[in-house]
C-alpha cells in the first residue's frame, strides 16, 4: 500500500544510515528499499527561542501536531541528581511523544498496526482516537492485563500473541493496513527528541544521562536531540548516555562487550525485547557520547521500585531498572535519569512484588 504523507513542512528526507539510500520523503516508509535496515528522516533544524510548547513545537517537521499535552514534564532534584518524570505525560509514559510526531504525518483514512509489550500500544490507542484512525495493536500475552485493557478501552483491536516476536511478526506481515511499528517508525525517534532538548534548555550543562534501554527509541531520541543541540551550538557536546538493559535481552552490552546472555529477566517487560532493529545504531550512540550499558535482573527491579517509592516516584518495574546504574557507576557531575512509564499502570503487580518480598 503506498501511503502519502500529510502536513508536512517540507524537506523532510529519508536517509538509511547503513546504506546510504536517500529519498524525500513523500510516501510512508520505514524499512530501506536497497539493504532493508531501519530508515532515518532529516530535516533542516531549527533552534528553539525558549522552553515552550509553542517553540518546541516548531523543532518538528510538521504544520500541526496531534497532541494530548505531552511534554514538558517536571525534572526534579533529589539527592543531587536531576530525576526526568516522563511517567507523567498523558498516557503514563514517553511513548506519547513519538506518536504525537509519527502520526501527524499520515492520513486519516488508514488503519495503523503496531506490536508492544504494553505502554507503546496504550500510547497508540490513545493518539489515534484523537487522530481518528483505527488501531490494531499486537501483545504478547503476559503483557499487562491492565494496560491491553485500556487500549480495548480506547477503540483498539487488540490481539494477543504467544510471544512479544510473534508479535513483532504478525504486525509487519498484517496486510489490510499500514505498519507504523514504533522500534522501526523514522518519525517517532524525532517526537522523543525534545526530551533532551528540555533538558537541555532547563539545565544547561549535562554531563550524563540515565535510561533504560530496549527497542532503543528513547537512547535513539535523547542521542538525536543532543546531537543537533551541539550542531546548533545550544550545548558543547552531548552527554554521556548510560543505557541500563533487562538481563537476557542485553544486546547492546553483548554487542559491546562479546559476553553471553545472561539469566533471563521477568520483570521489566518494557525492555525485554527481541534483538532490536536499530542495534547498529543504537550502540553506535552509545559510543559517540563515550557511554555504557549496564545490566539489570529482577532483583534490580524490586530494589529500584522501592528506592523509587522513597524518593516519591511511582513507576513501573521497567523504569526501575535505573536505580541498578546509579548504584554501579555512581556517575559523576550533572546527571538526568529518565523516568519512563508510570506504576499507576501496575499497582498490583508493584504491591505484590514489594509486599512480598
Avoid at 505502554?119 to 491491553?148: D, M, W
Wanted: some cysteine.
Amino acid at each position: 500500500m503506498v501511503l502519502n504523507l500529510v502536513n508536512l513542512t517540507g524537506g523532510v528526507v529519508y536517509r538509511c544510515p547503513r546504506c546510504g539510500f536517500t529519498t524525500e520523503a513523500n510516501t510512508w516508509m520505514f524499512k530501506c528499499p536497497r539493504c532493508g535496515s531501519p530508515l532515518n528522516v532529516e530535516y533542516e533544524l531549527r533552534k528553539p527561542r525558549e522552553l515552550s510548547r509553542r517553540e518546541l513545537a516548531k523543532v518538528l517537521p510538521v504544520k500541526e501536531l496531534v497532541s494530548l499535552g505531552e511534554g514538558l514534564t517536571p525534572m526534579v532534584n533529589r539527592r543531587g541528581t536531576y530525576f526526568k518524570l516522563e511517567y507523567l505525560n498523558p498516557t503514563g509514559s514517553f511513548k506519547d511523544r513519538g506518536w504525537a510526531l509519527a502520526l501527524s504525518v499520515l492520513s486519516n483514512d488508514v488503519t495503523v498496526v503496531e506490536d508492544s509489550s504494553g505502554n507503546a500500544g496504550l500510547s497508540l490507542a490513545a493518539y489515534s482516537t484523537v487522530k481518528g484512525v483505527r488501531a490494531r495493536i499486537y501483545v504478547p500475552r503476559g503483557a499487562s492485563e491492565a494496560k491491553k485493557r485500556v487500549m480495548r478501552l480506547l477503540g483498539a483491536n487488540v490481539v494477543e500473541t504467544p510471544s512479544r516476536a510473534d508479535a513483532s511478526a504478525l504486525a509487519m506481515s498484517y496486510q489490510d493496513g499500514v505498519y507504523v511499528g514504533h522500534s522501526w517508525n523514522p518519525f517517532f525517534i524525532h517526537g522523543v527528541k525534545l526530551i533532551a532538548y528540555e533538558i537541555a534548555l532547563e539545565l544547561g550543562k549535562v554531563d550524563n544521562v540515565v535510561a533504560p534501554l530496549g527497542n532503543g527509541t528513547l537512547l535513539l531520541g535523547l542521542h538525536t536531540g543532543f546531537r543537533e543541540l551541539v550542531d546548533m551550538r545550544v550545548i558543547k557536546e552531548v552527554p554521556r548516555l548510560i543505557a541500563v538493559e533487562a538481563s537476557g535481552y542485553e544486546w547492546a552490552y553483548r554487542a559491546l562487550h562479546n559476553t553471553p546472555p545472561g539469566p533471563q529477566s521477568t520483570l521489566p517487560e518494557g525492555i525485554m525485547v527481541p534483538q532490536p532493529p536499530r542495534l547498529e545504531q543504537i550502540v553506535d550512540a552509545i559510543r559517540d557520547s563515550g557511554g555504557e550499558v549496564v545490566v539489570a535482573g529482577d532483583l534490580d527491579v524490586v530494589d529500584g521500585l522501592r528506592e523509587g517509592l522513597r524518593l516519591g516516584f511511582i513507576i513501573e518495574p521497567t523504569s526501575a531498572v535505573v536505580f541498578k546504574a546509579l548504584r554501579e557507576l555512581k556517575p559523576s557531575g550533572n546527571t538526568v535519569v529518565v523516568l519512563t512509564g508510570s506504576g499507576l499502570k501496575a499497582t498490583g503487580e508493584v504491591y505484590n512484588l514489594l509486599a512480598g518480598s
